[in-house]
């Protein structure tokens, strides 16, 4: 499974962390938060891929920081500058089966699911 940490409220321009913990798998291909906010469509934010190859949704470059331990066993997003069209609740997926090696940011690619974190930012 994938568990997910560190949701909160913070203020505009402010900062969080996000974990996710990753269990289970015994093969693992990409791994990547993704987030939704009401009346949209769920959409990638960071993801990393197997040989440490890093892709950002362009609105958080150079905000938001995606990383992972030595083990990929946890996922981790750090997000700074925050602003309010960042509110949304925020998802960590894993691909087990290689699909999202063509659409790295493409949610459909993603097989497994956390339960989501809310990050709400105030103005």
């Known amino acids: 499974p994938l568990v997910e940490s560190g949701g909160g409220s913070v203020q505009s321009g402010g900062s969080l962390r996000l974990s996710c913990g990753v269990s289970g798998y015994t093969r693992l291909y990409f791994l990547g938060w993704f987030r939704q906010a009401p009346g949209k469509e769920r959409e990638a934010v960071a993801t990393?891929?197997?040989?440490?190859?890093?892709y950002y949704q362009p609105a958080v470059k150079g905000r938001f920081t995606v990383s992972q331990d030595n083990a990929r066993s946890t996922l981790y997003l750090q997000m700074t500058s925050l602003k309010p069209d960042d509110s949304a609740m925020y998802y960590c997926?894993?691909?087990?089966?290689?699909?999202?090696?063509?659409?790295?940011?493409?949610?459909?690619?993603?097989?497994?699911w956390g339960q989501g974190t809310q990050v709400t930012v105030n103005s």
């Open positions: 990393i891929g197997p040989y440490n190859d890093y």
């Open positions: 997926a894993s691909d087990t089966t290689g699909a999202a090696r063509y659409s790295p940011l493409d949610p459909r690619q993603y097989n497994a």
